[in-house]
């Protein structure tokens, strides 16, 4: 049973506009999130994060948004940029102290110059 | 900066063969992780670890073993290497309470 679903495996943005990565769960009892960025060849690196308290969390040009009673957040990138393409997985964490990720399949982002 | 170092960045073995991935980190953490990619399946765990000699099963440890024998090197161990084994394979790395993986750069296993 896959708790942590990113259902568009895909995703292709214009320069300059809008990337919304969006992602579901379904296990109450995660309380932490986290994107991950990961280019071919190499590890996944860490995005941003967010805690079950907040619903939003900004770093510059990514921003998410947790929206806990629909169990769904998602990662906007603002203005994309062709170095954005990458590969993005959203992964959550259940109970404070647990130390262990799930993570979701991940959606391609290709940004379009 | 943490770092974490896998041995290989691209490994060719046969099939039936014992191959060893391994994985140091410098950071002091006391988690340790074992991770395969596969296109449309995402990142599956197969082992991880808390703490030296200690070692939990993940979701996928089948035709899999870990080694744990000092806190920096964590290992994965393919008893006799299978084609379906062929994947690239992530170590990551974690303080003990913290959310934040350091992952290293993978290895490329191709089974033949």
């Known amino acids: 049973d896959q708790q942590v679903k990113q259902n568009s495996p895909s995703l292709s943005v214009q320069e300059g506009r809008i990337s919304i990565l969006n992602c579901d769960y379904t296990n109450s009892m995660f309380d932490y999130f986290l994107w991950y960025k990961k280019y071919p060849a190499e590890g996944p690196t860490f995005l941003i994060s967010i805690s079950s308290i907040k619903d939003k969390n900004e770093d510059g040009r990514f921003t998410v948004f947790l929206n806990k009673s629909a169990k769904h957040l998602s990662l906007h990138i603002v203005p994309s940029q062709p170095g954005d393409s990458a590969v993005y997985f959203c992964?959550?964490?259940?109970?404070?102290?647990?130390?262990?990720?799930?993570f979701g399949k991940g959606t391609k982002l290709s940004v379009i110059p | 900066d943490v770092k974490v170092t896998q041995s290989s960045r691209y490994l060719v073995k046969r099939t039936g063969e014992k191959v060893f991935l391994e994985c140091v980190q410098d950071m002091d953490h006391e988690n340790m992780f074992w991770y395969r990619q596969d296109p449309g399946l995402g990142l599956r765990l197969i082992y991880f670890s808390y703490d030296v000699k200690m070692k939990e099963k993940g979701d996928i440890p089948e035709g899999y073993s870990v080694s744990r024998e000092k806190k920096e090197r964590f290992s994965l161990i393919l008893e006799s290497a299978s084609t379906n084994q062929t994947s690239m394979y992530l170590c990551?790395?974690?303080?003990?309470?913290?959310?934040?993986?350091?992952f290293g750069s993978g290895t490329r296993l191709t089974v033949v």
């Open positions: 990551a790395s974690t303080l003990r309470g913290g959310y934040g993986y350091t």
């Open positions: 992964a959550a964490s259940a109970g404070a102290g647990s130390y262990q990720l799930t």
